[in-house]
T-cell receptor, first 114, second 112 residues
Framework: GENVEQHPSTLSVQEGDSAVIKCTYSDSASNYFPWYKQELGKRPQLIIDIRSNVGEKKDQRIAVTLNKTAKHFSLHITETQPEDSAVYFC?????????????FGQGTTLQVKP | ETGVTQSPTHLIKTRGQQVTLRCSSQSGHNTVSWYQQALGQGPQFIFQYYREEENGRGNFPPRFSGLQFPNYSSELNVNALELDDSALYLCASSSTGGEKLFFGSGTQLSVL
């Protein structure tokens, strides 16, 4: 079945360093790839997303890259700050056209040390 | 603009009981999706409702059922609760054809 694998499961960086989280997906028909940030006890919040017709997207300190051929996509956070500490989830759409139906990765716990 | 709201926030049930969780979608959104998030895991897709009909279902048994009302709010019903049903249940809304999901804060269900 469809699957999204996310690595690493935990990531610890010093404030100001960069953080990279990687995901692979199995369904070649997936065409939408969002990233969510979930702070402890709070709702997942969409931080950035990318569609399959785009290779890279940037929004201030965060960027996402997509390699459709390899079925890989990654989240890059530059100049990390303590408030970036949270669990990050990648997701892929459940085949093309199935809006709102996502397969999530297992999550990466990011800790930014001051 | 009103965000996605869910009730109750916490719920404790015993095995075999039934539970109903409620969700109000964000204003302007007509599609509601439900997800189950076990501790330390990513959310898992349960099903989606659009125009009061089920529009896709994940790998969940029939004892998980739902409803959507004309005002786009939705309910998730779980019958014959099992211990493994203990999880955070998230509701997310989106607009027609919209890919972006906006999540509620969830209902934490504990089955004892």
């Amino acid at each position: 079945g469809e699957n999204v694998e996310q690595h690493p499961s935990t990531l610890s960086v010093q404030e100001g360093d960069s953080a990279v989280i990687k995901c692979t997906y199995s369904d070649s028909a997936s065409n939408y790839f969002p990233w969510y940030k979930q702070e402890l006890g709070k709702r997942p919040q969409l931080i950035i997303d990318i569609r399959s017709n785009v290779g890279e997207k940037k929004d201030q300190r965060i960027a996402v890259t997509l390699n459709k051929t390899a079925k890989h996509f990654s989240l890059h956070i530059t100049e990390t700050q303590p408030e970036d500490s949270a669990v990050y989830f990648c997701a892929a759409s459940l085949s093309s056209g199935n809006t709102g139906k996502l397969i999530f990765g297992q999550g990466t716990t990011l800790q930014v040390k001051p | 603009e009103t965000g996605v709201t869910q009730s109750p926030t916490h719920l404790i049930k015993t095995r075999g009981q039934q539970v109903t969780l409620r969700c109000s979608s964000q204003s302007g959104h007509n599609t509601v999706s439900w997800y189950q998030q076990a501790l330390g895991q990513g959310p898992q897709f349960i099903f989606q409702y659009y125009r009061e009909e089920e529009n896709g279902r994940g790998n969940f048994p029939p004892r998980f059922s739902g409803l959507q009302f004309p005002n786009y709010s939705s309910e998730l019903n779980v019958n014959a609760l099992e211990l493994d049903d203990s999880a955070l249940y998230l509701c997310a809304s989106s607009s027609t054809g919209g890919e972006k999901l906006f999540f509620g804060s969830g209902t934490q269900l504990s089955v004892l």
